[in-house]
C-alpha cells in the first residue's frame, strides 16, 4: 500500500472490488467522487438551514416554549437527525477516499468540494457577501 500520492489507474478503493481497470472506469470513478463532494456541500447545506430555522424559537406569548412548542418542530428534529447522520457518511467516505493516496481523486473531491460549495451557498442570498458558511466539509 502507498503511503504517498502517485498517479495510477490501477488501485483499490475503498472495496477491493472496486479497483479501475481501464482509463474510463477510473474517470467515472472520478466523476462520481466529484459528485459525492458536490452531494457532501448540499447536506452540510441543508443542515445549516435546518438548524438555523429551528435553534432559536420565537416566544409566543402567554404559553411556555419548553413545552408548548409546534409539531414541526419534532420534525425538524428528526429530519436534521437523519441529514446530520448522512453528512457525517459521506464526510467518512470522503476521508476514506482520500486515504487512497490517489491523487485523482484527492483532486476529484477537492474539484467536488469546490463545485458544490459554489452552487449551493450562494443561493442562500442575494449579497454574497453576507453568506455565511456551514461545517467545514471533512
Known amino acids: 500500500m502507498d503511503m504517498s500520492f502517485f498517479w495510477r489507474i490501477k488501485f483499490t478503493l475503498l472495496f477491493p472490488s472496486w479497483v479501475p481497470d481501464s482509463p474510463v472506469n477510473y474517470a467515472f470513478m472520478l466523476m462520481l467522487t466529484a459528485g459525492l463532494g458536490a452531494l457532501?456541500?448540499?447536506?452540510?447545506?441543508?443542515?445549516?438551514m435546518i438548524?438555523?430555522?429551528?435553534?432559536?424559537?420565537?416566544?409566543?406569548?402567554?404559553?411556555?416554549?419548553?413545552?408548548d412548542y409546534p409539531k414541526q418542530h419534532d420534525d425538524a428534529i428528526l429530519v436534521a437527525?437523519?441529514?446530520?447522520?448522512?453528512y457525517?457518511?459521506?464526510?467518512?467516505?470522503?476521508m476514506m477516499m482520500a486515504m487512497s493516496?490517489?491523487?485523482g481523486i484527492f483532486i476529484a473531491i477537492t474539484v467536488g468540494l469546490c463545485i458544490g460549495f459554489y452552487?449551493?451557498?450562494p443561493l442562500e442570498s442575494s449579497n454574497r457577501a453576507r453568506?455565511?458558511?456551514g461545517p467545514a466539509s471533512c
Open 81 to 86: 437527525v437523519l441529514m446530520h447522520g448522512a
Open 119 to 121: 452552487a449551493i451557498w
Open 101 to 103: 493516496f490517489n491523487a
Open 40 to 48: 457532501h456541500e448540499w447536506i452540510a447545506h441543508k443542515n445549516w
Open 131 to 133: 453568506i455565511v458558511p
Open 88 to 94: 457525517v457518511t459521506t464526510s467518512y467516505l470522503l
Open 51 to 67: 438548524l438555523t430555522a429551528y435553534s432559536t424559537p420565537e416566544p409566543i406569548m402567554g404559553k411556555d416554549p419548553q413545552r
